[in-house]
């Protein structure tokens, strides 16, 4: 007589949709555990012998291990695979089938308590080797058996954890890049008003990025920045909400006319924020900063008055006939070997009516590509500027982006890019000959 379950019965409705059907708690997940998993199978009690397995098997031809038992306490799982290739070697079945089951047995199968959670079971399975994917694993409460779990069926239900994971992380950056375009939408705003022939191109790497801008109109002229915050997608975000809080704090404070200043007090305001006081027995935890150039551009003298941190200024003359280029300061803002009282210079130039200001960060230029797969580089955006620096500005953002795109090719997108284009209080060459108003 066969001791055991004559069919095979699931706890669960079904293990594959037990995922669909689990409760998800405010915005946490409520996470399934080992019992979910639990398959009631037939078992065989310890001192049953090999006949009694094999008759089993025969019976429950979807049954891929069998739990050995004693008082319903299980000691060990044998294998159908392992069984069944003993059993048909010459002699194998004449030899073991009156002999006691446990010879075959596997006496270290994974047991599991049924509140154990997946993610831990999980854990435990990679740990207990291949033969727990393979074979399944016991589930018990309290030391007494529930039933099997299998292998396959842990696998679908961390996968679909995962999944899960995953769309809750993706709803959260979507959203923080709701949030991120809406701060940068009013620089957009005032720019489109005080500007008549500009463009601001951001696009990040990822779904949000540590590049940003800002850009505020007043009744004597205006000001922009562009910054590159260390590091792309949400760390670099973050960033960017640090150093753009610090801008305003300071334009609020200082006003807009002393770009230098404003970068003193960005680097002092990033650097208490996030903890880099230099000092020996507390080291920073962060190494983070800013690369930036900040400019005012006043109307009635037409001087453009830069300060640049590690990001250079582009200058196309009124003629169209050459760049110039601004580097400012090989220091960053708010990075641990920043001095917090580092001093930046101001550069003074006048535009003439037809000059284009062109600023990017340094997606632009360090981006690898072409055939050479080498940095499109300061020498190929001059060239680029020359060649088709009599657009408007919005076509001139578009062509930039265009060629970009070709001279990257394959290669994968390295880091956030972030452009600022303006022609000061003048329209384009391309416009005047064609009498189009920006």
């Not at 095979?8 to 997940?29: C, Q, W, Y």
């Not at 090999?50 to 739990?67: D, M, R, Y």
């Not at 463009?199 to 009744?219: M, S």
């Amino acid at each position: 007589m066969i001791r055991g379950l004559s069919k095979i019965t699931t706890r669960a409705s079904t293990v594959e949709s037990h995922f669909s059907l689990t409760p998800v708690m405010g915005n946490k997940l409520f996470q399934p555990t080992a019992g979910a998993l639990a398959v009631e199978v037939p078992v065989v009690q310890f001192d049953e012998n090999n006949a009694t397995v094999l008759e089993i098997f025969g019976q429950h031809k979807e049954l891929v291990s069998l739990p050995v038992v004693e008082q319903q306490r299980p000691i060990g799982l044998i294998s159908r695979h392992i069984f069944m290739s003993q059993m048909s070697k010459p002699y194998h079945r004449e030899l073991y089938e009156r002999k006691s089951c446990i010879a075959f047995m596997d006496k270290n199968p994974l047991i599991v308590e049924a509140d154990t959670p997946i993610e831990t079971l999980g854990a435990l399975a990679v740990a207990s080797g291949d033969k727990t994917l393979a074979d399944g694993f016991l589930i018990v409460e309290q030391g007494r058996l529930v039933g099997l779990g299998a292998g396959l069926a842990l696998m679908r239900e961390l996968v679909a954890m995962q999944e899960e994971k995953n769309r809750q992380v993706m709803q959260s950056i979507d959203y923080a890049s709701v949030i991120q375009r809406a701060m940068l939408s009013t620089s957009r705003a005032a720019m489109s008003q005080a500007l008549a022939d500009a463009c601001l191109v951001w696009e990040p790497r990822d779904v949000v990025g540590g590049d940003f801008y800002h850009f505020e109109g007043h009744a004597d002229g205006w000001f922009a920045a562009v910054g590159d915050c260390t590091g792309h997608g949400v760390p670099g975000a973050f960033l960017t909400l640090i150093a753009s809080s610090s801008l305003k704090q300071a334009l609020e404070l200082h006003g807009p006319h002393d770009p230098a200043r404003l970068m003193r007090e960005v680097n002092r305001s990033m650097k208490r924020v996030l903890g880099q006081h230099g000092q020996a027995d507390k080291p920073s935890e962060s190494d983070d900063g800013m690369d930036a150039c900040f400019f005012w551009f006043d109307s009635t003298t037409r001087a453009l008055t830069s300060s640049s941190a590690k990001m250079p200024l582009f200058l196309l003359v009124a003629d169209g006939t050459e760049v110039l280029t601004v580097e400012g300061k090989r220091v960053g803002l708010g990075y641990v070997d920043t001095p917090e009282d580092m001093q930046w210079d101001n550069h003074s130039q006048v535009i003439e009516p037809g000059a284009m200001v062109f600023v990017c960060t340094d997606g632009v230029i360090d981006q690898i590509g072409g055939p050479k797969h080498i940095a499109f580089g300061k020498q190929r955006l001059r060239r680029t500027l020359l060649e088709h620096g009599r657009l408007a500005m919005p076509a001139l953002g578009r062509m930039v982006m265009d060629i970009h795109a070709h001279y990257q090719g394959s290669q994968r997108r390295r880091d956030d890019i972030c452009f600022f284009a303006a022609r000061p209080g003048g329209t384009s060459l391309q416009d005047s000959q064609h009498g189009i108003q920006a």
